[in-house]
């Protein structure tokens, strides 16, 4: 489902993103780990198109982002670790204006804005601008965008972070969901123990470069993620 | 503690002075006497200066009317207008919007000292403005009347008294805009009527002030015995002016009562208003919302809901819309009039009429500036359309569409007024409709342009980036520019060229900067966008 290759980005003189390669394939839920600063965001946003980078292949259901980033972005959603959504808008709005931009019927949006309204409990402020939303609610608000037009592949930031523990639970359902019905998920995280419990596949960046990645077993072996990531984040 | 309140109150206020957003560092000593020097001028040199003209054209006929009052009470009153309407919503928004009100009452500070801090910086805004009118009014006095202790100390009494009042008053309105905004559900528009309706009432007083100080002056002694009949309290009011006592001590006292009376009202409400945002009320959902546009609609859409979202952007970008309105009324209702006399002024100039009008109707377009800050005002939202499968000529395409709605039509409508004035025949009418209509096209492509080469997407502050970023400012005066070649190469070739010669001929560099401008959009300009 993406395929990685290879991937450097660089800032000027610093290189954010070295060499990095991975494949998630369909089913999986792969779980991206790393301290402040050592590259998932700029993986993530390279992966979703936002960011250009500078060598290296991204491939989604086997097209190049570079050589088609359309068709890409057509069967993915990104939501970032800040939810900056126009302000300006209700939430109703901005979830028609995801619809419209993905082409989404009117009867398929109507019923999935009120069924995923419903669950993360936004229906009775879906007509308020997104300026009066809580941190929280706006992350609802892009959970369900991204969740708008079924994408085979969806990418996230620290998804947990500002949610209640039922979104956060509602959430993790819904993952799996995607991903029985033959989706992928990549998403970074700070949470190990989320990590642990919801991931069939792990990697874990430090400095921008890969440095150990596989099934939840094969990372961790015998000890605790946690425990595993510090070793790592102590070597030098 | 309110020292220490007042001391960051400043800081806030005289922030720009000192602190350069753009570049992200402190101003050079140097800048900021420069700053401030600036402020200086434009506050106390022209708008004190035309407040002293106004002052010395009154006081002489007056004084000499032996109405010295009406001097006072006049310019008084302008004074607490001024005072009042300059500062209201500065108060609104520095006692009940401040960013760090929710921070300020998490501390051990008692609210009585917050709200005090921010009395002292309304007072002092109310102050300032006060004083462009009222110290060019005390100067001219004391230059007119003989200098004794009562036409000295009085002035400066009704000085402070005035600043009062307006402390008062702005306090009272900006508390009223505060209660009405938590309610009010059309805000940009409700901000945008009123701020037009104050401009227009601005104005309308301005155009017919000369009248009204010719009347005021012949008719000294007739209004003044009518003010004191009917509005006994104005015509106290300006009897501070001339160093009445009675006058003094009542207006003081009163003045004194209701400011305690506000401040107590203010602290007793502060929370309430300063900590509520838009009502959180739960609605019931509107499933028929769901209605499906295409990918170019949804995109115009959003660019339209960016720009009813808000005031500032619809007041600063887009005054050419009404600008254009009212030029086709006027044009409609007065225009043969006025199309006379200037036909008349050059007669040498056989096209001077439609090529004047032609220039007028692109100089009003040129006000429309809205695909200028489109770019930036993307911001921290960027990622949305970066990551959404949409190109990024489609997203520049919506923000020059946007510009061209908002523009042509205004435009057209005002060509069309002004073709019904002029009855042009057929060949001349169609180049007189046409090439204000590629002017718009090429103002909207040049200001597009514009946003796409001086981005801003870090900025903190909406208004900052819509009144005073460089590219903005550029959108602006590069279209008069053009005007002014328009002008130019008018005076040189107009003599010897009719109308649709010289039209084509300054169309022919129009159309060429239009197919440049085009093409550097969809190549260059789309690049740009993609990497921001």
């Given at each position: 489902m993406l395929r990685i290759e290879y991937l450097t980005k660089t800032f000027g003189k610093k290189t954010a993103v070295n060499d990095l390669s991975l494949h998630i394939a369909p089913g999986e839920i792969y779980g991206f780990i790393g301290h402040n600063g050592a590259g998932k965001t700029t993986t993530l946003k390279s992966v979703v198109g936002i960011l250009q980078f500078d060598a290296g292949e991204v491939k989604i259901g086997g097209v190049s982002l570079r050589q088609d980033?359309?068709?890409?972005?057509?069967?993915?959603?990104?939501?970032?670790?800040?939810?900056?959504?126009?302000?300006?808008?209700?939430?109703?709005?901005?979830?028609?204006?995801?619809?419209?931009?993905?082409?989404?019927?009117?009867?398929?949006?109507?019923?999935?804005?009120?069924?995923?309204?419903?669950?993360?409990?936004?229906?009775?402020?879906?007509?308020?601008?997104?300026?009066?939303?809580?941190?929280?609610?706006?992350?609802?608000?892009?959970?369900?965008?991204?969740?708008?037009?079924?994408?085979?592949?969806?990418?996230?930031?620290?998804?947990?972070?500002?949610?209640?523990?039922?979104?956060?639970?509602?959430?993790?359902?819904?993952?799996?969901?995607v991903c029985d019905g033959g989706g992928a998920i990549f998403f970074s995280t700070h949470v190990l123990e989320v990590a642990e419990k919801l991931c069939d596949k792990v990697a874990i960046i430090k400095q921008g470069s890969l440095v150990r990645s596989g099934s939840m077993d094969e990372v961790r072996g015998d000890d605790s993620l946690e425990e595993v990531f510090l070793e790592l984040e102590a070597e030098e | 503690?309110?020292?220490?309140?007042?001391?960051?109150?400043?800081?806030?206020?005289?922030?720009?002075?000192?602190?350069?957003?753009?570049?992200?560092?402190?101003?050079?000593?140097?800048?900021?006497?420069?700053?401030?020097?600036?402020?200086?001028?434009?506050?106390?040199?022209?708008?004190?200066?035309?407040?002293?003209?106004?002052?010395?054209?009154?006081?002489?006929?007056?004084?000499?009317?032996?109405?010295?009052?009406?001097?006072?009470?006049?310019?008084?009153?302008?004074?607490?207008?001024?005072?009042?309407?300059?500062?209201?919503?500065?108060?609104?928004?520095?006692?009940?919007?401040?960013?760090?009100?929710?921070?300020?009452?998490?501390?051990?500070?008692?609210?009585?000292?917050?709200?005090?801090?921010?009395?002292?910086?309304?007072?002092?805004?109310?102050?300032?403005?006060?004083?462009?009118?009222?110290?060019?009014?005390?100067?001219?006095?004391?230059?007119?009347?003989?200098?004794?202790?009562?036409?000295?100390f009085g002035p400066?009494?009704?000085?402070?008294?005035?600043?009062?009042?307006?402390?008062?008053?702005?306090?009272?309105?900006?508390?009223?805009?505060?209660?009405?905004?938590?309610?009010?559900?059309?805000?940009?528009?409700?901000?945008?009527?009123v701020t037009l309706l104050f401009i227009a009432v601005y104005y309308f007083f301005y155009f017919k002030a000369t009248d009204l100080v010719r009347d005021l002056i012949a008719n000294a002694a007739e209004y003044g015995e009518k003010i004191r009949g009917s509005a006994y309290i104005v015509y106290l009011f300006g009897r501070i002016g001339e160093g009445d006592i009675p006058a003094m001590l009542i207006f003081t006292a009163a003045s004194?009562?209701?400011?305690?009376?506000?401040?107590?009202?203010?602290?007793?409400?502060?929370?309430?208003?300063?900590?509520?945002s838009v009502p959180a009320v739960k609605t019931r959902s509107r499933q028929k919302n769901e209605k499906r546009y295409s990918v170019p609609s949804s995109l115009l859409r959003r660019e339209f809901a960016r720009f009813t979202s808000s005031p500032n952007y619809m007041l600063n970008c887009a005054l050419g819309i009404i600008m254009l309105a009212a030029a086709g009324i006027l044009l409609l209702v007065k225009?043969?009039?006025?199309?006379?006399?200037?036909?008349?002024?050059?007669?040498?100039?056989?096209?001077?009429?439609?090529?004047?009008?032609?220039?007028?109707?692109?100089?009003?377009?040129?006000?429309n500036d809205m695909a200028t800050p489109s770019v930036s005002l993307e911001g921290r939202s960027l990622w949305i359309l970066q990551s959404l499968p949409v190109t990024a000529r489609q997203v520049l395409f919506a923000k020059l569409k946007m510009q061209l709605i908002l523009t042509a039509i205004p435009v057209l409508f005002a060509s069309v007024c002004a073709q019904i004035v002029l009855r042009l025949p057929v060949p001349e009418a169609i180049v007189f409709l046409a090439v204000p209509l590629l002017y718009t096209l090429f103002s909207a492509l040049y200001d597009l342009m514009l946003g796409l080469v001086m981005p801003n997407l870090t900025w903190t502050n909406e208004t900052v980036l819509i009144k005073q970023s460089g590219n903005i400012a550029l959108a602006l005066f590069s279209g008069w520019g053009y005007e002014l070649l328009v002008a130019v190469a008018f005076f040189i070739l107009g003599k010897s060229v009719g109308f649709v010669p010289f039209m084509t001929i300054v169309s022919v560099p129009l159309l060429a900067a239009v197919v440049l401008l085009y093409r550097w959009i969809c190549r260059k300009g789309t690049k740009i966008y993609q990497e921001l």
């Open positions: 980033p359309i068709a890409c972005k057509k069967m993915l959603a990104y939501i970032p670790d800040n939810p900056d959504i126009y302000e300006f808008m209700t939430g109703r709005r901005y979830l028609n204006f995801i619809a419209d931009v993905f082409g989404v019927d009117e009867k398929t949006r109507r019923d999935r804005i009120r069924e995923y309204a419903d669950r993360f409990e936004l229906a009775g402020d879906l007509e308020q601008p997104v300026s009066a939303y809580s941190h929280g609610m706006k992350q609802k608000l892009a959970i369900i965008a991204a969740w708008m037009h079924e994408p085979r592949l969806i990418v996230m930031d620290e998804p947990f972070v500002g949610l209640d523990p039922k979104a956060s639970h509602l959430l993790k359902g819904m993952m799996r969901e | 503690m309110l020292k220490t309140l007042i001391k960051k109150q400043f800081a806030e206020i005289f922030r720009t002075y000192f602190y350069d957003q753009r570049k992200n560092r402190a101003r050079s000593k140097g800048s900021v006497i420069a700053w401030f020097v600036f402020f200086i001028l434009i506050m106390g040199g022209v708008m004190g200066g035309l407040f002293a003209s106004l002052a010395a054209s009154i006081c002489g006929g007056l004084l000499a009317a032996n109405t010295a009052w009406l001097y006072f009470a006049v310019l008084g009153l302008l004074a607490v207008l001024l005072g009042v309407f300059a500062s209201v919503f500065n108060t609104y928004s520095g006692l009940y919007l401040a960013k760090d009100n929710d921070l300020l009452l998490s501390l051990p500070i008692p609210v009585r000292t917050i709200m005090a801090s921010r009395i002292v910086s309304v007072y002092l805004l109310g102050l300032m403005y006060a004083a462009v009118v009222f110290v060019p009014t005390m100067i001219v006095y004391w230059l007119h009347a003989p200098l004794t202790f009562f036409t000295v400066l009494v009704m000085f402070a008294v005035i600043s009062v009042i307006v402390m008062i008053l702005s306090c009272g309105l900006g508390w009223v805009v505060a209660k009405i905004s938590l309610k009010l559900k059309n805000k940009s528009f409700v901000t945008v009527f004194a009562i209701v400011f305690l009376l506000v401040c107590w009202l203010l602290t007793r409400g502060f929370i309430d208003v300063a900590t509520a225009g043969t009039d006025i199309l006379e006399q200037i036909e008349n002024m050059m007669p040498e100039y056989p096209a001077l009429v439609p090529v004047l009008l032609c220039a007028l109707i692109c100089m009003l377009a040129s006000m």
